[in-house]
């Protein structure tokens, strides 16, 4: 009688305001992967820092859940962050992590679960990535760390994923290395899921997908901006770069965005500095001129009439609303 191999055991670590899409994403492959297979060749379970319900960050509680004793048998556990990342919770992560780590056990981040294994020191000596929208903060704040672009990062004993739907191309990949490219076929196909993309794949739509290849000028002059923002270029030096007149730059823009390149710009530079003001504990002065803004007083004046509040306002609602959703959990985990 023949006998197979026993099931890879995953564990989810859900930090509370958790993104239920990269959750889903990661987890939905493995249950297929059963439903195929006629056999039970993954495991699952949810974790939260308490043992609570965990609420996502689209207002969903999921249950159930347990806490972790780090004596679980499992092969791999993932720490599953969203948008809010409080600093308090770094030494639960520690604590919890720590006998699994000990144990050998591959530690994995997805989403914004890889900048809390950053802080916590977990990342280092290791390749790792995030979602694209914190690449940037990620290389400011962890200058040590290598931290690519890429979809997902398999690096011995730790794994990292860019969120969104990035996970189901990482456990696919997985499946792929386990239980062959067949059985991965077949559950890419039952998810509609046209290719399953490699870890070298864009995280963003290039700007020539998105703008088209018809408009290779008004590319050029976007990522310049992109490269520029804490020493913005002016429009003439936009335009002498990219090889056209600023008359030009401005009808390309207007005609293909609708707005002249120095709106555009500027809200690059304040999107920029949103980021910077939610995640991370920089001063208000300091993101000013990391956006390429002269003085704080003139950023906060395009701030608010860009956001409807000024930055400190921001940052404040921010750290109400992480409050607010603390004193609603329950446990003393936080």
């Given at each position: 009688?023949?006998?197979?191999?026993?099931?890879?055991?995953?564990?989810?670590?859900?930090?509370?305001?958790?993104?239920?899409?990269?959750?889903?994403?990661?987890?939905?492959?493995?249950?297929?992967?059963?439903?195929?297979?006629?056999?039970?060749?993954?495991?699952?379970?949810?974790?939260?820092?308490?043992?609570?319900?965990?609420?996502?960050?689209?207002?969903?509680?999921?249950?159930?859940?347990?806490?972790?004793?780090?004596?679980?048998?499992?092969?791999?556990?993932?720490?599953?962050?969203?948008?809010?990342?409080?600093?308090?919770?770094?030494?639960?992560?520690?604590?919890?992590?720590?006998?699994?780590?000990?144990?050998?056990?591959?530690?994995?981040?997805?989403?914004?679960?890889?900048?809390?294994?950053?802080?916590?020191?977990?990342?280092?000596?290791?390749?790792?990535?995030?979602?694209?929208?914190?690449?940037?903060?990620?290389?400011?704040?962890?200058?040590?760390?290598?931290?690519?672009?890429?979809?997902?990062?398999?690096?011995?004993?730790?794994?990292?994923?860019?969120?969104?739907?990035?996970?189901?191309?990482?456990?696919?990949?997985?499946?792929?290395?386990?239980?062959?490219?067949?059985?991965?076929?077949?559950?890419?196909?039952?998810?509609?899921?046209?290719?399953?993309?490699?870890?070298?794949?864009?995280?963003?739509?290039?700007?020539?997908?998105?703008?088209?290849?018809?408009?290779?000028?008004?590319?050029?002059?976007?990522?310049?901006?992109?490269?520029?923002?804490?020493?913005?270029?002016?429009?003439?030096?936009?335009?002498?770069?990219?090889?056209?007149?600023?008359?030009?730059?401005?009808?390309i823009f207007q005609k293909h965005l609708n707005c002249v390149p120095t709106r555009y710009y500027l809200e690059l530079r304040?999107?920029?500095?949103?980021?910077?003001?939610?995640?991370?504990?920089?001063?208000?002065?300091?993101?000013?001129?990391?956006?390429?803004?002269?003085?704080?007083?003139?950023?906060?004046?395009?701030?608010?009439?860009?956001?409807?509040?000024?930055?400190?306002?921001?940052?404040?609602?921010?750290?109400?609303?992480?409050?607010?959703?603390?004193?609603v959990s329950t446990g003393s985990a936080v």
């Amino acid at each position: 009688m023949s006998t197979h191999p026993a099931p890879t055991r995953f564990g989810f670590l859900l930090c509370p305001d958790f993104t239920l899409i990269a959750l889903s994403s990661a987890i939905e492959p493995l249950r297929m992967a059963n439903r195929i297979s006629g056999r039970s060749l993954y495991e699952y379970s949810l974790f939260s820092f308490d043992g609570g319900d965990v609420r996502s960050s689209s207002g969903l509680d999921l249950a159930p859940v347990s806490k972790l004793t780090g004596r679980e048998q499992l092969d791999a556990l993932f720490l599953c962050a969203g948008t809010t990342l409080d600093s308090a919770w770094d030494p639960i992560v520690v604590s919890q992590l720590k006998p699994l780590i000990r144990r050998k056990i591959i530690i994995g981040g997805i989403c914004t679960g890889s900048y809390l294994l950053a802080r916590t020191g977990l990342l280092n000596g290791y390749r790792c990535t995030i979602h694209w929208e914190n690449i940037f903060d990620m290389h400011d704040e962890f200058p040590e760390l290598i931290v690519s672009s890429e979809l997902f990062e398999l690096d011995r004993e730790r794994y990292t994923c860019s969120g969104g739907t990035a996970p189901l191309d990482m456990m696919l990949t997985l499946v792929v290395r386990d239980h062959g490219t067949e059985l991965a076929t077949s559950i890419s196909e039952q998810f509609i899921c046209e290719r399953i993309r490699d870890s070298k794949d864009r995280q963003r739509i290039p700007l020539r997908q998105r703008f088209g290849a018809s408009q290779p000028k008004l590319v050029d002059a976007v990522e310049l901006m992109e490269s520029n923002i804490e020493e913005p270029m002016s429009l003439d030096e936009l335009a002498r770069h990219v090889g056209i007149s600023r008359r030009q730059m401005e009808r390309i823009f207007q005609k293909h965005l609708n707005c002249v390149p120095t709106r555009y710009y500027l809200e690059l530079r304040l999107r920029r500095a949103r980021e910077l003001l939610l995640r991370t504990p920089r001063s208000i002065v300091d993101v000013a001129f990391s956006c390429g803004f002269v003085s704080a007083p003139h950023f906060s004046k395009c701030y608010r009439d860009f956001f409807g509040k000024p930055p400190r306002e921001e940052r404040q609602s921010k750290s109400q609303s992480s409050t607010n959703k603390e004193a609603v959990s329950t446990g003393s985990a936080v």
